[in-house]
C-alpha cells in the first residue's frame, strides 16, 4: 500500500495542484494516475520494478505520471527539461529505461527513440479513455525512483530509493516543519531533483496541501502570487532569493511594504540545495520578516539536518539530525572528531538510499563497514549545531598543509561593498599544493590589492586568495549551485 496515494483518498475533493489558473483535485490526480497506469502495464499485472523515463512539465500531468509509475509498480525515472539531448540519453541508457513518456512539447526532443521498436514510447496526450485494469499491490521494499546526482566531480550516478526511503523522506519533513492540509506551497523548483520532487511536491500532497505551478521562473511573477494571499509555505534555493532580493530593491516603497505585509503571514520559507550566505539571509529577514529555515540534505539521504522549525535558527548553520537520523563527523581514517573539530558527515537513517544504480562497487565504497552512508561532506559541530565547511574534494582547499573552506572565504568576500558574488576554488600548485584563488561578480573591476588589504583585517593570511579573476556571473546548474569545476577552468 502506498501511503501517498491512501492519504489523497482521504479528501478527494480538496485542490491538490493548481496550475495556470486551473484546479486539480485529489480524485482528478488518482482517476488521471490510473488511466496512466492501465495504460503502462498494458497486458502485464504488474511492471515489477521497470524503470520508466519520462519527461514532462511541471504540473498536473507530471504529478500524474509520477503516480501512475508508482501505481503501476516501475521505477520512476524524471528527466530534467532543459537538458540537452545527450545528458537525457545517458539517463535512457543508464538506467535501460524501456518505457519513455513525454509530454507533447518533448516529442521532437526524443524523436530518436520513437523509432525504437525495443522501448514503448508514448506522448502522454495520447493517454485517454484508458479502460482502467487492476493496479498491483506494491511493497515498501520495492524500487520506486532514480534520480541522477549532479556529478561534479564523476559521471552522474543514478540513485534508487525504494518507496519504505521516500515514505521516511517525507514523513519526517511533514513532522519536522508541522505540514498541514491547510498549507498552500508555490513549486518553481526542478522536478528531477529531491528538493522539488520530496520537500516541496510530496510533502505537499502527502499532508492533503495545494501545490501552485509556476513553471517559468520571474520575480516578477513570483511576487504577484505572493500578493494573492493563498500561499503560506515558499521554499526555494540561494540563487532564487537572490533574485527576488533584486527584484524587491526596485520596487517603490508602496509596493515593498505590500509584499513585507504578505509575506508576514507565511508560516514557513525554507532555503536548501546550496550553502545561503549569511548576508542574503539578513537581508531576506529585513525584506519579509522571516528568518530562512536552512537544511541540509542530498539526493543520496534526502534531507537529514535542518535548523528547528520552532526554535533558534542560525544564520550559516544547517542546523541539528532530524528525527530518527543517526550523525556523525569522523577523520580521514574514519575516527569520530572532537566538538569543534571538521570531519566528514556520515549518516545512518530508514531515508538513506538502496543503492547506485548499477554501480555496486560505487555503492560498496560509499558506505563503511558498518552501514554508515559517506556523505564527503565536511562539517564542524559548534554550540549544538553544524556547520558546512564544504564538499571535502570541491570546497576544502588543501594549501600550504592548511585545510581551509572555500565556504568560509566567499562568506567574508560577500560583505565586501563592490563585491555581488563570487566563487573560491582551489588550483594546483607545485609550491602550495593548491593556490586559493577567487572568481568575482562585480558591475565594476577594481584594485584587488585593496581588497587584500580589507580581507587580511578579517581572515588569516594564508586564507587570503592568490589570484582573482572578474566575471560576469558564475557557471551554476539546474539547482542553482555553483559548478567549482566549470570555475576552475576559468583559472
Not at 30 to 56: G, Q, T
Not at 185 to 207: F, M, R, Y
Request: hydrophobic share 40%; aromatic share 10%.
Amino acid at each position: 500500500m502506498l501511503q501517498l496515494i491512501e492519504n489523497a483518498k482521504s479528501n478527494p475533493l480538496k485542490t491538490a495542484i493548481v496550475e495556470e489558473k486551473k484546479s486539480f483535485s485529489y480524485q482528478n490526480l488518482l482517476d488521471r494516475s490510473e488511466e496512466i497506469a492501465s495504460f503502462l502495464l498494458n497486458d502485464k499485472s504488474d511492471l515489477e520494478e521497470a524503470p520508466v523515463a519520462f519527461m514532462v512539465s511541471p504540473g498536473f500531468e507530471y504529478v500524474a505520471v509520477q503516480w501512475a509509475i508508482w501505481r503501476a509498480g516501475g521505477i520512476a525515472v524524471p528527466l530534467c527539461i532543459t537538458y540537452p539531448l545527450p545528458s537525457l540519453q545517458y539517463v535512457i541508457e543508464d538506467t535501460k529505461a524501456s518505457i519513455i513518456l513525454v509530454g507533447n512539447e518533448y516529442v521532437e526532443t526524443l524523436k530518436v527513440y520513437q523509432e525504437d521498436s525495443s522501448k514503448l514510447f508514448s506522448s502522454t496526450s495520447e493517454i485517454f479513455d484508458q479502460k482502467s485494469k487492476p493496479l498491483p499491490e506494491i511493497e515498501k521494499s520495492r524500487g520506486a525512483m532514480i534520480l541522477y546526482t549532479s556529478g561534479t566531480t564523476s559521471l552522474p550516478k543514478g540513485v534508487l530509493t525504494t518507496h519504505s526511503n521516500i515514505e521516511s523522506q517525507i514523513s519526517t519533513l511533514v513532522n519536522a516543519w508541522e505540514w498541514s492540509s491547510e498549507d498552500y506551497i508555490l513549486e518553481i523548483l526542478p522536478l528531477h531533483h529531491v528538493h522539488g520532487i520530496i520537500n516541496v511536491l510530496c510533502c505537499a500532497l502527502w499532508s492533503g496541501a495545494t501545490v501552485e505551478f509556476l513553471n517559468q521562473f520571474s520575480a516578477k511573477e513570483v511576487f504577484k502570487i505572493f500578493l494573492q494571499g493563498n500561499l503560506n509555505v515558499f521554499m526555494a534555493v540561494p540563487t532564487i532569493y537572490f533574485k527576488l532580493i533584486s527584484e524587491w530593491e526596485k520596487l517603490p516603497k508602496e509596493e515593498q511594504q505590500k509584499l513585507g505585509q504578505a509575506m508576514a503571514s507565511f508560516r514557513l520559507m525554507v532555503s536548501g540545495s546550496a550553502a545561503l550566505p549569511v548576508s542574503v539571509m539578513e537581508q531576506w529577514k529585513e525584506i519579509s520578516g522571516h528568518y530562512l529555515l536552512e537544511r541540509y540534505g542530498m539526493t543520496e539521504i534526502g534531507m537529514a539536518v535542518s535548523n528547528p522549525y520552532k526554535g533558534e535558527r542560525r544564520a550559516g548553520y544547517i542546523g541539528k539530525p532530524l528525527p530518527g537520523v543517526k550523525l556523525r563527523t569522523v577523520d580521514e581514517d574514519g575516527n569520530l572528531v572532537k566538538v569543534g573539530e571538521a570531519g566528514e558527515i556520515q549518516i545512518k537513517s530508514p531515508s538513506v538510499f538502496k543503492e547506485y544504480w548499477g554501480k555496486p562497487e560505487a555503492t560498496s565504497k560509499s558506505f563503511t563497514q558498518d552501514g554508515w552512508f559517506k556523505t564527503g561532506d565536511i562539517a564542524v559541530f559548534e554550540d549544538g549545531y553544524y556547520r558546512i565547511l564544504g564538499r571535502d574534494s570541491i570546497d576544502i582547499i588543501k594549501s600550504g598543509g592548511y585545510k581551509i573552506s572555500a565556504l568560509e572565504i566567499e562568506e567574508v568576500l560577500r560583505k565586501y561593498p563592490e563585491i555581488k558574488d563570487c566563487g573560491v576554488v582551489g588550483i594546483p600548485n607545485e609550491e602550495w599544493g593548491e593556490l586559493v584563488v577567487a572568481a568575482l561578480v562585480v558591475e565594476n573591476e577594481f584594485d584587488t590589492d585593496l581588497l587584500n588589504i580589507w580581507i587580511r583585517e578579517r581572515m588569516p593570511a594564508y586564507k587570503t586568495p592568490r589570484k582573482y579573476i572578474f566575471i560576469s556571473d558564475l557557471p551554476r546548474n539546474t539547482m542553482g549551485k555553483v559548478t567549482k569545476n566549470e570555475l576552475k577552468k576559468l583559472f
